[in-house]
């Protein structure tokens, strides 16, 4: 799917922040940070890449925030009436 497509249907740029485990050294919390198109409120790739990351890397999750930004496109023009000039 194209991104002008995942517009469209209300995607918006999504950010998280992972904190995990490391495995070599279990007391110690290290940061990933993950940003894709998304679709709220059930993040299906979010949960698709967390699924991931459970199954395949060895470090153990911690807790996850999420943050989602509107298209800049969105309600950012108006029409002008007046426009002044000086000199």
Known sequence: MSD???LI???RLTT???IYHMPDHP???QSFVWQKFDLAPDFPELRRFLDFWSHNIEGKLH???VAQARPPFRGRFRHVSTSLRLH
């Open 4 to 6: 002008a497509s995942r």
């Open 9 to 11: 249907r209300e995607y």
């Open 16 to 18: 998280a922040e992972i």
């Open 27 to 29: 007391a110690l919390l």
């Open 63 to 65: 807790s996850v925030k």
